[in-house]
């Protein structure tokens, strides 16, 4: 089964290590590590999301092993997020608030912006976003483009659907 884990750890060397000890101890297949190097919680420590397949039942073990290194574990479930597309945003990205426009596919609760990389070739020239959007399931992603779609009206950017749907 597919689990997704959101860890907090100390900002010394080698707490990464010591994170995916126990997931190679139980024989995890480890699918993504976001480790947010640059980000502190308000506990002062680093957030790192692990995305593991591993049998269910050897995740309250891999829980308590991690708490016994001393990495606090803040969530640990089923992955929500099954589905994912990318999309490109041109215009004044960056005038027309992308805050506002990542909040609008965040705030509906079945899908989030996962991913941005944001091009700016010049003051006064349009700008491009590359957007990773996941979503519960089709149906919810294909909402989530609606929505672009509409904020891309609304704001004047140029929206360029995905070619294909990808398998988070």
């Known amino acids: 089964m597919r689990l997704s884990m959101d860890l907090e750890l100390q900002d010394i060397p080698g707490q990464l290590l010591l994170a995916l000890q126990p997931l190679k101890d139980y024989k995890a297949n480890i699918i993504s ?26 995740l309250d073990t891999i829980k308590n092993k991690l708490k016994d290194s001393g990495i ?21 990205v960056l005038d027309s608030d992308l805050g506002d426009t990542i909040n ?29 959007i996941r979503a519960t399931g089709k149906a919810e992603i294909q909402k989530a483009l609606t929505i672009l779609r509409d904020v891309g009206k609304e704001k004047k950017l140029l929206v360029i659907d995905p070619i294909e749907m990808e398998a988070v």
Do not use: C, Q, W
């Open 33 to 58: 590590v976001v480790h947010h190097r640059d980000r502190k919680t308000p506990r002062g420590t680093i957030p790192v999301r692990v995305v593991v397949e591993v049998d269910r039942a050897k």
């Open 72 to 92: 606090a574990v803040v969530r640990a479930g089923e992955d929500r997020f099954i589905e994912a597309v990318s999309v490109v945003l041109v215009g004044h």
């Open 104 to 132: 609008r596919i965040d705030s509906t609760g079945f899908a989030e912006v996962m991913d941005l990389a944001l091009t700016m070739p010049g003051v006064n020239e349009p700008s491009s976003a590359y957007l990773k």
